[in-house]
């Protein structure tokens, strides 16, 4: 755990938020800051800065159970389709330093997405 890492100090209860979903290895909580009318982020329990970190760090299983996860909310949210994203590094969009899985859902997704 990182002391100063905010998902780090959700997955251990010292932050609130609603949780929606929880296995060994991840949570999913609700985005404070929705960018479709259903977001959710899966957050992996280990503090990994970025995705490829994560994959490098990790046992297999527990990469695929996170994203086992984000199937399994996204389609519980939306069973026509939804969207899957991982930002990694600043230019990639991501602002928080410990991966976490994006499933947006609840609307029509464009491509290019960004």
Request: charged residues 20%.
């Amino acid at each position: 755990m990182n002391q100063q890492c905010i998902f780090c100090r959700i997955v251990a209860g010292e932050v609130p938020a609603e949780i929606v979903g929880q296995s060994d290895g991840a949570i999913a909580i609700r985005d404070r800051n929705p960018q479709a009318p259903s977001h959710i982020l899966v957050i992996p329990r280990r503090h990994a800065a970025t995705l490829a970190e994560y994959v490098g760090q990790a046992k297999p299983e527990e990469v695929g159970s996170a994203f086992s996860m984000a199937s399994k909310l996204g389609r519980d949210a939306n069973p026509a389709g939804y969207r899957v994203v991982v930002n990694e590094g600043r230019d990639g969009g991501q602002t928080v330093d410990h991966v976490h899985i994006h499933v947006l859902a609840g609307r029509p997704m464009h491509w290019p997405p960004g």
